[in-house]
């Protein structure tokens, strides 16, 4: 074995060396823009934290917004606000939930500090959004679905006449959506164990609160079948009569006539 190191060694372990410097220095450099920056004036800061949104450079804007919350004086009801905002957008726009979690917060701070501000209505919207981002699959608790909604009709409540509340009244139609397809699937769960009784249980609460559910015409054909086995033929009767008149040319109407001849009628 060679006492001294080979020169193809020596070589990278100068390579190793300038790319190790050349690391450095770069960091150096960046370190020193970082804080350049940071001595520029407020509202040119703030301008940069914008373009940084824009350009999707979510942590970095919101360094520069964090930077300028510590800049600006707390009376302040001009910038202040301002930055607050696209602080919670920043964490908002990158999604996660951790980050939905974060704008969350944010959002519900600016309300409590700003509540008469123009942009209330627009950061009470994005409470509900930063809850409806972090609602779980149908299959999970809806907790937070129900949160949303509860969120989302406040913007009509406390900002009427404001571009939010149509949005707000289309993201209740989506959280509704989701609820129903929660009692959906619990439901089936019970249908395919033949347990009948809690299957008609929870199609009933789909067609009592949530009637214009995407699956009504399969939920009304489950619905009567669960009836029929559980020898309520009278009231099964009903929901295949509603399925073949609403949904006459529907993917479950000849199953519903077919019940219905089985039964006597069709």
């Known amino acids: 074995m060679p006492l001294f190191p ?36 407020v509202d040119q ?22 930077s300028l919350q510590s800049r600006i004086p707390q009376e302040d009801r001009e910038l202040l606000p301002l930055v607050q905002l696209k602080l919670a957008d920043a964490f908002y726009l990158e999604g996660g939930v951790l980050n939905l979690g974060e ?22 919207f994005q409470v509900g959004m930063s809850l409806y981002g972090q609602v779980l699959a ?6 937070l679905t129900h949160k949303a909604i509860a969120e989302f009709e406040k913007v009509e409540r406390l900002y009427p006449g404001t571009p939010y509340v149509e949005k707000a009244r289309d993201q209740i139609l989506s959280c509704r959506e989701k609820l129903a397809a929660h009692e959906f699937v619990i439901g089936y769960f019970y249908y395919r164990r033949k347990d009948y009784m809690g299957a008609a249980d929870r199609f009933r609460v789909i067609l009592d ?47 519903a006539h077919a019940r219905l001849k089985e039964m006597g009628k069709g």
């Not at 220095?25 to 004036?41: D, F, M, T, W």
């Open 45 to 66: 800061v703030y301008q940069m934290a914008l373009q940084r949104i824009q350009k999707k450079k979510y942590y970095s804007a919101r360094s520069l917004l964090q």
């Open 138 to 143: 149908p299959d999970r608790d809806q907790d």
């Open 209 to 255: 609160k949530y009637p214009h559910f995407d699956r009504i015409e399969e939920t009304l054909l489950l619905l009567g079948n669960s009836l029929v086995a559980t020898s309520n033929p009278d009231e099964a009767r009903l929901y295949f009569v509603r399925l073949v008149q609403e949904y006459p040319d529907g993917r479950f109407t000849r199953e």
């Open 6 to 41: 080979s020169s193809r060694l020596r070589r990278n372990r100068s390579s190793s060396l300038r790319v190790l410097l050349l690391l450095f220095l770069v960091g150096l450099s960046s370190c020193h823009r970082q804080k350049a920056i940071l001595n520029e004036p």
């Open 103 to 124: 704008s969350l917060s944010a959002y519900r701070s600016f309300l409590t500090y700003y509540p008469q501000r123009e942009e209330a209505a627009y950061a009470q």
